[in-house]
């Protein structure tokens, strides 16, 4: 094998191997974040979220309490690169610590460099038992 023939097999492997890096998800491509369907019950009364303004993430999603009492729940995943966003509070916004990405409590784009929303969930409260679900 002569380095023209060596050089030719390298760039295919290297070719091959890069290519489902991407499809994979991996840095800079863009995430879907609609793919599973989500059923799961949290308990409110303890824990971060029995007081407004706190959070968790389960099952890849996102629970926030609102300062105003209300409970949302997105799709923790940044529509950007994958990283799993936080709850601020004081602006009742999804932030995205990797890249700054604002995403509204629906979900909504109001920062990028995401451009994609993040899926929102239904809630429903019934008692301390809070059912999140698609
Ligand atoms: S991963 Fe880049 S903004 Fe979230």
């Known amino acids: 094998m002569d380095r023209k023939e060596f050089l030719s097999q390298v760039g295919i492997g290297v070719a091959a191997l890069l290519a489902p890096a991407c499809i994979g998800g991996l840095s800079g491509c863009k995430k879907n974040t609609t793919a599973t369907k989500v059923d799961f019950t949290i308990n409110t009364s303890t824990g971060t979220l029995a007081k407004n303004g706190g959070f968790l993430v389960s099952n ?74 698609s």
């Open 60 to 133: 890849s999603v996102i629970v926030a309490r609102t300062n105003a009492g209300a409970f949302i729940a997105v799709a923790a995943a940044c529509t950007h690169q994958g990283t799993t966003v936080n709850y601020n509070s004081t602006n009742d916004v999804f932030v995205c610590p990797n890249h700054n990405a604002i995403f509204s409590e629906n979900g909504s784009v109001m920062q990028g460099p995401a451009t994609i929303n993040l899926t929102k969930y239904n809630t429903t409260l019934t008692g301390t038992s809070l059912r999140v679900f």
